[in-house]
């Protein structure tokens, strides 16, 4: 596993702080272990969009 070292100021520790009691976290790593999961999923599926616009904008045009 690779290793990350974030400076964090007292307002991004509040925050983190708040996220954890929300979601139910007892580390920042756990927390930190599932925002990194739901920005790869958001992301997989965003560039996921972008190729389906894309093929379909090719079949479109070869359409033609």
């Excluded at 290793?3 to 983190?16: P, Y």
């Excluded at 930190?32 to 972008?50: D, N, P």
């Amino acid at each position: 596993m690779s290793e990350l070292r974030i400076k964090l100021s007292s307002k991004d520790v509040e925050n983190i702080n708040k996220l954890m009691e929300k979601y139910g976290f007892k580390t920042k790593e756990d927390l930190f272990k599932f925002l990194v999961t739901i920005f790869a999923q958001h992301y997989v599926e965003f560039l996921w969009g972008v190729n389906e616009t894309e093929k379909n904008a090719k079949d479109e045009f070869y359409k033609r």
